[in-house]
């Protein structure tokens, strides 16, 4: 099944490619390899949620939030491609969660960008990840998130 329709199933859809909120790209492919900006929960250029995770903001939230950033990074690789069904790998994806300093699940909230591309992509949607908590995120996002993707 072809990694839209896919994600239609889900229901769910690619949005526009966010603009860069300051002097960046947001993304850049160097070889066969395309790297995505972190990308924020936007919708529609806006955040439907802001604070820190075991705060204000609970893990299923956060879960939710990190799908969003990664709907948005996979939009900015249609930049270099012209379609998703191009992509050969995600080879790596980094994810800041904002959270209180006692919070310790960031490898949790990551599942939620995780699954969904394993969803989209089967065995080429596997990857190599990290999650780190920090203390803010720009515009006191939930959550930031950037990508790698083999293409």
């Not at 949005?15 to 492919?29: E, F, G, T, W």
């Not at 969003?68 to 998703?84: F, P, Q, R, V």
């Not at 069904?85 to 939620?112: D, M, R």
């Not at 999650?131 to 006191?140: E, Q, R």
């Amino acid at each position: 099944m072809h990694p839209l329709e896919r994600l239609e199933s889900l229901g769910l859809k690619l949005p526009a490619v966010p603009q860069a909120l300051a002097l960046y790209l947001p993304s850049q492919k160097v070889g066969n390899l395309v790297f995505t900006s972190g990308q924020l929960p936007l919708v529609n250029g806006a955040l439907e949620a802001k604070g820190k995770v075991g705060e204000s903001a609970s893990l299923e939230l956060a879960k939710k939030q990190a799908e969003i950033c990664c709907l948005n990074a996979l939009s900015t690789l249609l930049m270099h491609i012209k379609d998703l069904s191009e992509v050969k790998k995600i080879v790596k994806l980094g994810v800041y969660v904002a959270s209180h300093p006692n919070f310790t699940e960031q490898h949790l909230v990551a599942n939620g960008a995780s699954e969904l591309l394993v969803s989209l992509f089967g065995e080429q949607g596997k990857h190599a990840r990290f999650a780190i908590g920090v203390s803010s995120l720009p515009l006191d996002a939930i959550v930031e998130l950037e990508l790698v993707a083999e293409v």
